[in-house]
């Protein structure tokens, strides 16, 4: 049988085993996230686009477009940080090139001006009243807990364990010397790298968000409900890439304190607990992305219907 020699330095692997090992370090952090929200972005402005005025219409494909050419640069760019060994960072990094995507929907989006000159109240429009009550303080404490890991992790106190039996009920001669860990704060800068990056991006992509003009006209209540779906987008990758970030830095500590199995003790057991709090904040972070940035359809008010949306008149 051929066999060729592994990249992660396990020569002699048979070719099909190394394509699994590929799929597996590159599907689990990579393509998984990519499906899900392709087509939960893909179904959504879908059905989103149901029933709406042409210049809507026009705003839901350009966002599926465009969240699905971010997944596509997303891809990219984990597969890249798959190669270089950071497939931690991987997820992020999908959901970094996605946020992307939306950034540029929302700079390429502009409406021309259609229509007789019109004559309307000033009105000013903030982010707050676009986003869910829960997800700016939501969103800030993890960014928070993110930039806050490296500096917490580089004050903690090292952990030590003294010599151990391997196996101390069949060869208790053989003795292990014990170990020094260190908290890997070095190792969680890119992380909290990632999500600076996306406070930033977000931001600027919010901020569009609300200054775009209205498309609807006569009909206030569907320019309100696209700038909340677009909102609502924009969040959820800021706070995907959190979450991510967030992921990482709990499973890069529990390998930085990780002890043998039969030492034991605290440090195992921290070890255990950060890595599958990593493994849940992952999970969680696709569900939020899918969930939070689903494109919600919107249906035209009646003749005479007002809408009570965010946007108030201002002080003249």
């Known amino acids: 049988m051929t066999t060729h020699a592994s990249r992660a330095g396990l020569p002699g692997l048979p070719f099909w085993v190394q394509a699994l090992l590929v799929l597996f ?14 087509a939960t972005v893909w179904w959504a402005t879908r059905r989103a686009r149901l029933d709406m005025p042409a210049g809507l219409v026009r705003r839901a494909r ?3 477009l465009a969240g699905l050419a971010g997944l596509a640069a997303g891809l990219i760019l984990g597969v890249l940080a798959v190669q270089l060994g950071q497939e931690l ?14 950034l540029t929907a929302e700079l390429l989006w502009v409406p021309a001006p259609t229509g007789p000159l019109r004559v309307a109240a000033i009105q000013t429009r903030h982010v707050r009243g676009y986003l869910p009550r829960w997800s700016v303080p939501v969103v800030l404490s993890a960014g928070v807990l993110a930039l806050a890991a490296p500096i917490v992790f580089a004050v903690l106190p090292t952990l030590r364990y003294g010599p151990w039996h391997p196996n101390a009920r069949d060869a208790p001669q053989i003795i292990l010397p014990g170990a020094v860990l260190q908290w890997p704060s070095a190792a969680c800068v890119p992380p909290a790298a990632l ?16 200054l775009l003009p209205p498309v609807a006209v006569g009909q206030p209540g569907l320019d309100e409900g696209a700038r909340r779906n677009s909102a609502r987008a924009v969040l959820a990758a800021v706070l995907a890439i959190e979450l991510f970030a967030l992921a990482a830095q709990a499973i890069l500590a529990s390998w930085g304190v990780q002890v043998p199995g039969p030492v034991g003790g605290p440090a195992y057991l921290i070890s255990r607990i950060l890595f599958w709090c990593g493994i849940g904040l992952a999970v969680a972070a696709v569900l939020v992305w899918c969930v939070l940035g689903w494109w919600k359809r919107l249906i035209a008010e009646p003749p005479g ?3 009570a949306g965010p946007a108030g008149p201002a002080a003249a």
């Open 25 to 38: 370090y590159i599907g689990i952090p990579v393509v998984i996230p990519v499906l899900l929200v392709g």
């Open 62 to 64: 350009l966002a599926r």
């Open 89 to 102: 960072l991987a997820p992020a990094s999908v959901a970094v090139g996605y946020l992307l995507g939306l």
């Open 195 to 210: 999500t600076v990056l996306a406070l930033v991006v977000g931001g600027i992509a919010l901020r569009r968000v609300v």
């Open 305 to 307: 219907a007002t809408a």
